[in-house]
């Protein structure tokens, strides 16, 4: 008796079986699938919604409408191929598809090495074709110009850093990524005037590097930690830092757009938006004061004689202790300064300051170690360098490109445009 309800029920489990996958596949697909497509609509900066996309493959078909902030995601049941079209008739009046062919793009089954595929799709007037060389010279020259200055602001804190303890910081990145993402959350979730925004920011920046020297640094060097030991110490803060905005902000990009900075203008040929304008304006003023700061002040003065020897500054009465503090705090504050402008140039996310890191210390390392000028004569090389070789090479490579010219320069002149020759043995 036990086998023959045993077998009644693996036939009844067998044909519930059989029938599962045409049920499935009559279902809708769960809006929590793991498995999407998705995509932003933007026109000139700003978000495009109401616009319908349908994705069509593998027996599926789902209709969607992009969102107020342009987004749309649409799940699936997996991977496959899938055609991704955009309903023209929906679109906005006075928007159009850039390529009257660009309509649809398609999903192949091969590009599903995460659980997600995006796709885009351009709108509005393509002016790229109506470009002249000259004219994309002068607008990638305006934008290396603006991304320098970018970095200038996060390497200088580097190389105070280092010119005052000796410290490669490798998590210095994380602070300007603590400012891109406080801006998102208060200039975007609160909604706060970016003005004010970006000073509340600079504040925080400002202690979080206090706090850090205050809680780690300091008591290492009491201790005596030699500099390696310290530089993976620094390491090992990047990563922890890196995962926690991770966890607490996600791996999405945090756009900036709602903060009305996305407006273009018009200077000739060069087409730049509002907030790179700002992120200019705000980063060549910083610059000045820093440099003031470090030539006209009692405060700088200490800091530049206890970056050229520590030891003879302390004999001589600096508070090398203090002078470090201060060092750090200010370093804190520009990171985070940059952070800002960064994310109004880029949008804000979890590892964007991880990602121009290597620029920053290329920059600083290009300066010449330790040197706050150099620092920015070496941003300036390295961010116009990144924009111009796009004009030559493949926008992925731009990044190679600038650590190839560090390397030709050190080849030269090995202690940088504006570093001093030391004597060795």
Sequence with gaps: MLAALAMSLFAFLGVFAMAGPANAAADPVDEESPYSISG????????????????????????????????????????????????????????????EDGATAEVTEDEWSTTNVGRLFALGEDTRQSSNFGSQLIERLVAGL??????????????????????????????????????????????????????????????????????????????????????IVSIGLGLALRYLYQFFFGGAILPMSSVGLSGAVEFGPVRITTGSLL????????????????????????????????????????????????????????????GVMLALYRQSSWDMGFQVLLLMFAAVTLGGLGSAYGALVGSLVVGIFVELSTLFIPADLKYAAALLILILVLLVRPQGILGRRERVG
Excluded: C
């Excluded at 200055?149 to 994380?174: C, K, M, Q, V």
């Design 146 to 231: 603006n991304f320098g200055l970018l970095i200038a602001l996060g390497a200088i804190g580097i190389t105070l850093i280092f010119g005052t303890t000796g410290l490669n910081n490798f998590s210095h990145g994380e602070l300007v990524t603590f400012g891109g993402l406080m801006a998102w959350l208060f200039a975007v979730v609160m909604g706060l005037n970016i003005f004010v925004a970006i000073i509340v920011v600079v504040i925080l920046g400002a202690a979080f590097g206090w706090l850090q020297d205050a809680t780690l640094w300091k008591p290492l060097r009491k201790r005596g930690v030699r500099l390696v030991p310290a530089m």
């Design 40 to 99: 932003i609509l933007n026109y000139e900066g700003e978000p495009v919604a109401g616009v319908s996309l349908t994705v069509d493959g593998d027996g599926y078909s789902e209709t969607v409408e992009s969102g107020e902030d342009g987004r749309w995601r649409v799940p699936v049941p997996g991977p496959g191929n899938y055609t991704v079209t955009l309903d023209t008739e929906t679109l906005p009046d006075g928007i159009d598809l850039r390529n």
């Design 279 to 338: 992120s200019m304006g705000i980063s060549i003023v910083t610059l000045l004061l820093v440099a003031l700061f470090l030539t006209r002040t009692r405060v700088g003065k200490a800091t530049r004689a206890v970056s050229d020897n520590p030891s003879l500054a302390s004999a001589s009465g600096i508070n090398v202790d203090r002078i470090i503090r201060i060092v750090w705090t200010t370093a804190g504050g520009l990171a985070a300064l940059a």
